[in-house]
């Protein structure tokens, strides 16, 4: 035990014991997903990434002098809570902004009491929102227009910050004229639709945007641009995020082509792109000009799925747990995101030590959801110490963006349908009380077209349902794990946050009991 007790203070023990006597896994799961989200706030991470001098800001490490010269702009689902605190911070060093938004952003936070969120009366920040069902439109593309014509204002004296955050692609709309919003949106639907990645259905974008793949830095050229980023992709790659508006592209119309051509999109592109595309000035002469900007960029990333997850395992050791992240990179179909965490509780379960078939299944399904070997390896000599070394609970954290193949017509979420897929690989489980807990949330509050952000499940949701009446094949065949999850406990399994104006990707959970003690 002696090992145990190094990792607490006595008094954190006293505490830890005491919360373990008072609150249910399921109450300090919702906890941790809790302190999860509240680490990636907007303005919890702008407050954090900013340090106010008296002239002066100083951003990951480099000191930026204030004299009155500092414009803003923003895109992104969580930009108007992150420009709210920037002016806060910066007062009337703020001489201008302008930032799009979601369509109807600014009622919903007033309706959720999320007044933090919101800009003060008598801001110098204009919003503008757009982007209706998440689609680049004419009110996005009108907000675009505005924030290049403040950046191609600006001189070698000014300051631009720029807030980006998840969605920002689709409120940042800005083709190449005379390509049309229409006609650029249709080209990148029918890439999608023939199977692009999202990597070749970004190098087209940027190769029809005035202002992604770097472009939006290059107008702002020679003022110094500082972009303050909350990633909401995997592996936080800056070019991906929003398409990169303030990140160097290194794409030559051949490479464009080359996707047009593979995908047999190429018959039907309108004169427009085919213009644009075929312009004699290649794209090689602006990746010079955008090369001899780059110095005046500061790219940070001041929020991701990594901070959330670092934060939630500090509530999860606060609540007697012993946290261990498997990965912020989880991706793939729900069905082999289940398998996998199915795997790992039958792993953690065992009363002695687990098989090498069921070793050997781990380290297969893993790299299928973007999980790497090492970080397999890890996690299970982890699970392996409680099991053999009297550990207490333990709470394996990771997090992504799981994908969920749509085969019916019911009402739900990837976060859902992925709890009650694991629920279903818990099923036969012993472990006090009801074997493994699992949850799974989007930290943006929503998850698919309903107000729930995920669900938590245990060992004992299947025999609840059978008791109930209620059909989980059927549930999952149809996609309808909400309904299935409001009718089970009175919708008590939901995980109903509300909209927490962030968004950062998933948070997954798997909280392995105390083994019994004659184990």
């Known amino acids: 035990m002696a090992r145990v007790l190094s990792l607490f203070r006595p008094s954190s023990l006293l505490v830890r014991s005491s919360l373990c006597c008072r609150m249910s896994l399921d109450s300090r799961a919702r906890e941790v997903f809790g302190a999860a989200v509240e680490a990636v706030q907007p303005n919890i991470v702008v407050r954090r990434s900013i340090e106010r001098k008296e002239d002066s800001i100083l951003i990951d490490g480099r000191s930026f002098m204030l004299r009155h010269n500092l414009h803003l702009v923003g895109f992104g689902k969580a930009v108007l809570g992150m420009a709210a605190e920037a002016e806060r911070i910066l007062g009337d060093h703020l001489v201008k902004g302008v930032i799009s938004v979601p369509h109807g ?23 503008m929102e757009g982007a209706k069902h998440n689609l680049p439109d004419a009110d996005a593309q009108n907000a675009a227009e505005c924030i290049k014509q403040l950046a191609s204002e600006l001189t070698e004296t000014d300051l631009l910050l720029v807030l980006i955050s998840g969605g920002g692609s689709a409120l940042l709309p800005a083709p190449i004229p005379p390509i049309s919003l229409q006609e650029k949106q249709d080209v990148t639907r029918k890439l999608a639709g023939a199977g692009a990645t999202i990597q070749e259905l970004n190098t087209v974008r940027r190769a029809l945007s005035l202002l992604k793949g770097g ?16 990633s909401d992709v995997i592996g ?26 593979r995908y047999k999109v190429c018959p039907s592109l309108p004169d427009s792109i085919k213009e644009v595309l075929g312009r004699p000035s290649p794209l090689g002469q602006e990746r010079k000009e955008q090369s001899d900007s780059t110095g005046h960029v500061l790219n940070a990333v001041i929020g991701s799925n990594s901070i959330a997850l670092q934060c939630a395992g500090n509530r999860a050791r606060e609540l007697g747990f012993r946290p261990v992240v498997l990965s912020p990179g989880v991706c793939g179909d729900v069905r082999a995101v289940s398998r996998l965490y199915g795997l790992l509780g039958r792993f953690a379960s065992s009363q002695h030590a687990p098989p090498p078939e069921l070793v050997a299944e781990v380290l297969k399904v893993g790299p299928e959801v973007g999980v790497h070997s090492w970080d397999l390896h890890r996690v299970m000599r982890v699970l392996d110490e409680a099991r053999t070394e009297g550990w207490g609970a333990t709470c394996v954290l990771a997090g992504g963006e799981p994908t969920v193949e749509l085969t019916g017509k019911g009402r739900g979420g990837r976060n859902q349908e992925l709890a009650l897929r694991v629920a279903l690989e818990f099923r036969g489980m012993h472990l006090p009380p009801k074997g493994p807990v699992f949850l799974s949330g989007g930290t943006d509050g929503q998850d698919g077209p309903t107000e729930a952000a995920g669900a938590v499940t245990d060992g004992g949701l299947w025999e609840e349902a059978q008791a109930q009446g209620l059909d989980i094949d059927g549930t999952i065949s149809n996609n309808d794990s909400f309904t299935f999850f409001s009718q089970l406990s009175d919708g008590q399994r939901l995980l109903v946050p509300g909209l927490t104006g962030t968004n950062v990707m998933d948070v997954h959970m798997l909280i392995i009991p105390s083994l019994p003690t004659n184990t």
């Open 105 to 127: 952003i600014q009622e919903t936070l007033r309706h959720h009491g999320k007044e933090q969120m919101l800009l003060k009366n008598g801001s110098s920040i204009k919003v």
């Open 236 to 261: 936080d790659p800056l070019d991906l995020i929003a398409s990169g508006p303030t990140v160097s592209s290194q794409v030559c119309s051949e490479d464009v082509w080359a996707i047009l051509e």
């Open 215 to 230: 472009r939006l830095a290059h107008c702002a050229y020679p003022a110094q641009v500082i972009a303050l980023i909350l």
